[in-house]
T-cell receptor, first 114, second 111 residues
Framework: AQSVTQLDSQVPVFEEAPVELRCNYS??????LFWYVQYPNQGLQLLLK??????LVKGINGFEAEFNKSQTSFHLRKPSVHISDTAEYFC????????????FGSGTRLQVQP | NAGVTQTPKFQVLKTGQSMTLQCAQD?????MSWYRQDPGMGLRLIHY???????DQGEVPNGYNVSRSTTEDFPLRLLSAAPSQTSVYFC??????????FGEGSRLTVL
């Protein structure tokens, strides 16, 4: 079975500072990895995904993530955050391109302060 | 450009009542799924479908039924609502590269 661990439930950060949201997964086979963002009172939207190829993946809104197979991690980074990045971020994993379903982490709430 | 449409957005039920959450997608995706979101627990898979006429259970299927008579529609039925089913429910369809397209959610309160 696959599982996803998001190590931080909340991450406070000042505007224009860099941020890293951590995600580790466990799976005995190759995985496909995703980050989703949820703004208040909205559904989830895709930030970025790793299916294969380059381990550094760039997404929307200046976010990027790096797939590290040896450490089974897929941490999300942004070099300079904005107030508008305040949201909840979810890491998710699938073993078969997500065509069946994704397993989600418990989420990390990013709070950007002025 | 509707994508995934869920109704109702809000619902209050009494314990023991039944109801159906509707979900429709217009992207011709074969795969659809239902999740519930609870504070601190992320999203947990309730049921999913790999095509019309085919459904299967996820992590937390108890108390819920689904059917998939068409590609477009994937309703979720609560048979006898319980307070533990108070949650936000999300329907999602799955694109060819594994991306989930979510509806806006349905907030259910069971008294």
């Amino acid at each position: 079975a696959q599982s996803v661990t998001q190590l931080d439930s909340q991450v406070p950060v000042f505007e224009e500072a860099p941020v890293e949201l951590r995600c580790n997964y466990s799976s005995s086979v190759s995985v496909y990895l995703f980050w989703y963002v949820q703004y208040p009172n909205q559904g989830l939207q895709l930030l970025l995904k790793y299916l294969s190829g380059s381990t550094l993946v760039k997404g929307i809104n200046g976010f990027e993530a790096e797939f590290n197979k040896s450490q089974t991690s897929f941490h999300l980074r942004k070099p300079s955050v904005h107030i508008s990045d305040t949201a909840e971020y979810f890491c998710a994993v699938s073993m078969d391109t997500g065509r069946r379903a994704l397993t989600f982490g418990s989420g990390t709430r990013l709070q950007v302060q002025p | 450009n509707a994508g995934v449409t869920q109704t109702p957005k809000f619902q209050v039920l009494k314990t023991g009542q039944s109801m159906t959450l509707q979900c429709a997608q217009d992207m011709n995706h074969e795969y659809m799924s239902w999740y519930r979101q609870d504070p601190g627990m992320g999203l947990r898979l309730i049921h999913y479908s790999v095509g019309a006429g085919i459904t299967d259970q996820g992590e937390v299927p108890n108390g819920y039924n689904v059917s998939r008579s068409t590609t477009e529609d994937f309703p979720l039925r609560l048979l006898s609502a319980a307070p533990s089913q108070t949650s936000v429910y999300f329907c999602a369809s799955i694109g060819n590269t594994g991306e989930l397209f979510f509806g806006e959610g349905s907030r259910l309160t069971v008294l």
